[in-house]
């Protein structure tokens, strides 16, 4: 969770959740001000993730450079539809939702190009809805896959024989 925060600058998770990853993040953070060889092997032994430990020395550690620390803040939005857990969203202050300011992953997904999906292509589906049931066109209908039983497998005990 610490190299998503660090990586993407908010995430969205459970209050509970959050507070322990608050305690979590900000001792690193208070590393990324020095650069060093040793501060950067300390935090990459705890979060495994280059690319996280690149953003934090560079982008993130520049922003935070003159303050003093509360490196990350936790908004509760509301509780989860499926079991009323307490949501919160946690962010890195400079990188603040709230002041309208988006953060650089938010803007670089939406420049980058959709992905293609093995469903066709739109050409293809409306196609297919404007033919109609009256006309001749071929239709090619997949067959549904052969339902395999719930049944639960039966072992045969092997027998050791003397």
């Not at 501060?39 to 550690?61: P, W």
């Not at 949501?87 to 990188?95: F, G, N, Q, R, T």
């Amino acid at each position: 969770m610490a190299t998503s925060l660090i990586v993407n600058k908010h995430i969205t998770t459970t209050t509970a959740k959050a507070k322990v990853l608050r305690r979590y993040v900000e001792p690193l953070i208070t590393r990324a001000k020095q650069n060093s060889t040793h501060n950067r092997r300390i935090v990459f032994s705890l979060l495994r993730s280059k690319e996280a430990v690149d953003q934090l020395f560079g982008d993130v550690a520049e922003k935070i450079a003159s303050r003093p620390g509360g490196y990350t803040r936790i908004v509760k939005i509301g509780f989860r539809p499926g079991d009323a857990a307490d949501m919160a969203l946690i962010e890195l202050v400079d990188y603040s939702l709230l002041n309208g300011v988006q953060s650089t992953a938010a803007s670089s997904a939406d420049a980058a190009p959709k992905r293609r999906t093995r469903r066709g292509s739109t050409k293809a589906a409306s196609g297919n809805k404007t033919a109609g049931k009256g006309s001749d066109t071929k239709q090619t209908e997949k067959k549904p896959a052969a339902k395999t039983s719930n049944a639960p497998k039966i072992r045969q005990r092997k027998t050791g024989g003397a």
